[in-house]
């Protein structure tokens, strides 16, 4: 069975300061990864997402993430935070059934402070 | 043109009523989902068909029944509704199902049971 394992489910940065989010996975199989924003009352967008090319993965609004098999992680970046980033943000694997199931981590919140 | 889209925005009911909400996406994709947040912002999958065919149906009460009457629709029929129901419902859509895909969310319904 997949899951995915959300470290922090509150993160708070100055403006201008690095972001990190940390998303760890479990799979049995080769997974595909995504990163989705939900901003106040809206629906999740996808910021990035891996799908077993490129280990280092770059996505919407400056945002970049990086498969690292050794260590069962996607981590998501942004050398430099801004106001507008404050949001929900959620770490999805797939590929572990064949029904193409998404199974979402608990969600990080990330809070900018001016 | 809003790609998923989905009504009514807020619904306010009294436990024991029937209420429905709507899904519609314009993007032509095969597959379309339902998913249940509550009130912690976790995500989970209920439901998700593909070309009118149910693909996932997760451990949800047999109250919830979705309904496709054709690939762009994906309606969810509540019954006898109960105080733990409420929540945000989101719509979501994607290509064609399989692991690799993006999900496209509607901006969700927020139901409320009295």
């Known amino acids: 069975a997949q899951s995915v394992t959300q470290l922090g489910s509150h993160v708070s940065v100055s403006e201008g300061a690095l972001v990190l989010l940390r998303c760890n996975y479990s799979?049995?199989?080769?997974?595909?990864l995504f990163w989705y924003v939900q901003y106040p009352n809206q629906g999740l967008q996808l910021l990035l997402k891996y799908t077993s090319a490129a280990t280092l993965v770059k996505g919407i609004n400056g945002f970049e993430a990086e498969f690292k098999k050794s260590e069962t992680s996607f981590h998501l970046t942004k050398p430099s935070a801004h106001m507008s980033d404050a949001a929900e943000y959620f770490c999805?694997?797939?590929?572990?059934?064949?029904?193409?199931?998404?199974?979402f981590g608990d969600g990080t919140t990330l809070t900018v402070k001016p | 043109d809003t790609a998923v889209s989905q009504t009514p925005k807020y619904l306010v009911t009294q436990m024991g009523n029937d209420k429905s909400i709507k899904c519609e996406q314009n993007l032509g994709h095969d597959t379309m989902y339902w998913y249940k947040q509550d009130s912690k912002k976790f995500l989970k999958i209920m439901f998700s068909y593909n070309n009118k065919e149910l693909i996932i149906n997760e451990t949800v009460p047999n109250r919830f029944s979705p309904k496709s009457p054709d690939k762009a629709h994906l309606n969810l029929h509540i019954n006898s509704l109960e105080l733990g129901d409420s929540a945000v419902y989101f719509c979501?859509?994607?290509?064609?199902?399989?692991?690799?895909?993006?999900?496209?969310f509607g901006p969700g319904t927020r139901l409320t049971v009295l």
């Open positions: 799979s049995s199989v080769p997974p595909y």
């Open positions: 979501a859509s994607s290509q064609t199902g399989l692991a690799t895909d993006t999900q496209y």
């Open positions: 999805a694997v797939s590929g572990d059934t064949n029904a193409g199931k998404s199974t």
